[in-house]
């Protein structure tokens, strides 16, 4: 019994009885003469995903396999649905660059299935996170979104749109604590898309999970900015620890009412509000717009004080600064006497040459 064994839940048993993973699961039996299958990690609508292990490479590394199964049927639609999972793979293949997105390591059809081989990263989802330490905090919330929106940035660029952000897909890397992101929808949307009955036959094949999508998203038409949507109900959830369907919803506009289940600053608030707006005219568009909000949001109280018109008084001028300059309080109180307003700055300034030019002289 290898370390990855575990107690087998009924659904697993059904996998392990119905695909050819879940029977090698387990067992030493090679999946294409490379890789033994561990355990299974997951299923979703699409497929199921297992861990495994490389037996063909030195120090086995291990890896994971996600197993698509598309309901094909008829061979225009297995031809459709070769083409684009190709082409999805590809572009899958190029994000893997980036060191926050798992790098794809093989991909292949066989038996009317699609694999894909990515890299494995261990950790905790965020989702387990929460559950074992609670809500975070406004900090700590972010700290995850200077982490995360660059990744964003990073994808859109890219022309992808992740299409199912949720905690359950944020990793955090047990190694280097940074925030991965897993499991892209774009394969699963296009290869869906691909295996319609008919080009008249409406494509009902939703991407995403119920209280992380927006509303334009269950049209079947993402955004960019549905992403910004799903990632702010994601920073909800971890300020709440609660999903979106446990919180209450304005009967007005459909928004979550999630404000009196949180601490925070209301210049965040504000954000937060703005990144899961219904209507995409008021949303963010971009990851470029919630970065640059909240790098004012960060400087925001120091430019509030910086904008004063009103004269300074004796306390203007820090103590630090007099430390460091070695400015008497005499020279302070005498340049508070002005009634020109000069910035703090300009003021230590001219206090420091007149201690100079007073210094010369008594030499």
């Known amino acids: 019994m290898n370390r990855f064994s575990q107690k087998i839940t009924n659904s697993q048993q059904i996998i392990s009885q119905q695909t050819q993973l879940g029977q090698m699961c387990g067992s030493k039996r090679l999946f294409r003469d490379r890789y033994e299958i561990l355990q299974i990690l997951g299923r979703g609508g699409f497929g199921v995903t297992f861990l495994a292990k490389n037996a063909v490479l030195p120090g086995n590394p291990l890896c994971v396999i996600k197993q698509l199964c598309p309901k094909v049927t008829s061979p225009q639609s297995w031809q459709r649905a070769c083409m684009r999972f190709e082409k999805e793979a590809r572009t899958l ?96 949307e296009q290869l869906a898309d691909a ?112 904008l004063t018109t009103q004269k300074l008084n004796n306390r203007s001028i820090t103590q630090h600064e007099i430390t460091k300059y070695e400015i008497t309080k005499h020279e302070i109180i005498q340049y508070e006497n002005y009634d020109v307003y000069m910035p703090p700055v300009a003021r230590t300034a001219n206090a420091i040459r007149k201690l100079r030019a007073r210094l010369k002289e008594t030499r």
Request: charged fraction near 20%.
């Open 93 to 188: 293949g190029q994000l893997g660059s980036h060191s926050q997105i798992p790098m794809l390591l093989d991909y292949f059809q066989t038996n009317g299935e699609f694999f894909l081989i990515q890299e494995y990263v261990p950790g905790l989802t965020l989702a387990r996170e929460v559950r074992q330490t609670g809500p975070k905090s406004e900090a700590s919330v972010k700290q995850f979104l200077q982490e995360l929106l660059p990744v964003l940035q990073y994808l859109h660029k890219h022309h992808v749109i992740h299409r199912d952000i949720k905690p359950q897909n944020l990793l955090r890397c047990e190694y280097d604590r940074r925030v991965v992101l897993i499991d892209f929808g774009a394969v699963k």
């Open 195 to 306: 295996c319609e009955n008919s080009i008249n036959h409406a494509n009902t094949n939703f991407i995403g999970t119920r209280g992380f999508a927006p509303p334009e998203q269950f049209s079947l038409r993402p955004v960019y900015a549905s992403d910004i949507y799903a990632l702010g109900i994601t920073c909800i959830y971890m300020l709440t620890a609660k999903s979106p369907l446990e919180l209450d919803y304005d009967h007005n506009t459909g928004e979550i009412s999630w404000q009196k289940h949180v601490n925070i600053s209301n210049s965040f608030a504000q954000i937060l509000g703005k990144m899961v707006k219904i209507t995409l005219e008021d949303r963010f568009k971009t990851a470029d717009e919630v970065i640059k909000a909240l790098g004012n949001d960060r400087y925001s109280p120091n430019l509030a004080n910086c």
